[in-house]
């Protein structure tokens, strides 16, 4: 801690109160996409009924997309009549500030419209809609400053659209469009043109996003698709390791990455498996089972455990060393996503629009307050349900149910 970020928790605790720290949310699942917020001084309990609603704003369209909180401008996607526009919100008062076509409508039986996260880049913001046209777009005005798509770089749309929220890493915009001439793609960030593009690694695209990282001093980016977990070279998009993966349906969540050791999970009946990279950049099973089968809500590591709903045990807490289940809690809350800030999980009932606060904790479920969005979508597809992932940003949380974009305070007084 620095002399200065010293000196003011010094004065708070002599003080005797709370200090509180904002961050922005730049991309689906935070700054280094761990699903980690730096806030503090949060609600520790909610009372009766949930935390204070601030604003509802009802016309952000339909979709199941995330969003990005930055500067005070929280930037999502929506389904207008036939387009996907990216669209800039006010966070202070949820008033719209634009929106920018991006492409055309996302058919699909569980609902239509975009499905990802915009990321925001120093001015721009990228978003990438439900067939796969990514736009990069001035963050202050909407203005488009490039468009492509992931068919122009040989991807095929996977069955429920494309759901990936790319990445920006240095001066590249990384994606995964799938496909015969390469599943992973590095754009320049500035014009769009194609930097590389993995040919040793053609797999189809699924729907989990890239996480970067630097194992034994070489940056490369981890992608999880049907069969396969890889890490591909960021110099230049050479396959650098594979790992064989049992997916069925479809795959979704994230990697989570720890040093030299990885973890996925999917849903579907697969389960979770953490790998070793060694020096040499071969590949080593530290362990494999169905303890987490984790569908799209995520998980994350805190500590030494992994938290998420697993299909069948319910919420479950998993030892990051061994991978075996610590505690599991199927009756207070049905599946759905979980997010995490300032010694709490937000865990989102993704049936009955219900919000959880708990304990993060290995110990056990231990709820702190809960409520009910209200009012929730006349308009959500009959399959779909209230699949949108919490974020906090400046002492607000933001939930989403299709049109409705919803913030609530959550700083501690």
């Not at 929506?78 to 996302?106: C, Q, S, Y």
């Not at 590389?196 to 940056?219: D, K, L």
């Amino acid at each position: 801690m620095n002399m200065k970020l010293s000196l003011i928790a010094s004065v708070a605790v002599v003080c005797g109160f709370t200090t509180s720290f904002a961050d922005d949310w730049p991309q689906w699942r935070g700054a280094d996409r761990s699903d980690h917020s730096r806030e503090t001084g949060l609600l520790k309990s909610w009372p009766t009924g949930g935390p204070r609603q601030v604003w509802l704003n009802e016309d952000v369209g339909l979709g199941y997309s995330g969003y990005s909180i930055v500067g005070g401008t929280l930037f999502t996607m929506g389904l207008r009549a036939d387009d996907e526009f990216l669209i800039a919100v006010d966070a202070a008062t949820g008033k719209e500030r634009w929106a920018t076509a991006v492409g055309g409508r996302l058919k699909n039986g569980w609902g239509d419209g975009p499905r990802s996260s915009p990321t925001v880049d120093d001015n721009r913001v990228y978003a990438l809609g439900g067939l796969g046209d990514l736009i990069c777009a001035d963050a202050k005005t909407g203005r488009a400053i490039w468009k492509t798509s992931m068919s122009k770089l040989g991807g095929g749309k996977p069955g429920w659209g494309y759901c990936e929220s790319v990445l920006v890493d240095g001066d590249n915009v990384v994606c995964t469009p799938g496909g015969r001439n390469g599943a992973i793609a590095a754009l320049d960030k500035s014009t769009g043109k194609l930097v590389w593009q993995s040919s040793g690694f053609t797999e189809g695209a699924q729907y989990a996003s890239i996480v970067p990282a630097t194992i034994h001093g070489r940056r490369q980016y981890i992608q999880l698709t049907m069969k396969a977990l890889v890490g591909i070279d960021a110099s230049n998009g050479k396959l650098i390791w594979q790992s064989e993966w049992p997916g069925r349906t479809a795959v979704i969540p994230t990697p989570i990455v720890k040093g030299n050791e990885i973890y996925v999970a999917s849903g579907y009946g697969v389960g979770s498996k953490k790998i070793r990279i060694k020096p040499d950049s071969s590949v080593e099973t530290i362990w494999e089972n169905k303890v987490m089968k984790n569908h799209h809500g995520g998980v994350i590591l805190l500590g030494n455990q992994l938290y998420g709903y697993s299909d069948g045990p319910g919420w479950i807490c998993q030892s990051w060393e061994s991978g075996e289940e610590v505690w599991a809690e199927k009756r207070a809350l049905r599946k759905g996503a979980i997010y995490y800030a300032d010694e709490r999980f937000y865990c989102l009932d993704e049936t009955s629009g219900t919000v959880a606060l708990i304990e993060a904790s290995p110990k056990g479920w231990n709820e702190k307050g809960r409520f009910k969005l209200s009012p929730q979508t006349t308009q959500r597809n009959p399959k779909g349900k209230v699949w949108t992932h919490p974020v906090i940003s400046d002492g607000k949380l933001f939930l989403r149910d299709q049109e409705l974009l919803y913030c609530f305070d959550v700083k501690a007084k």
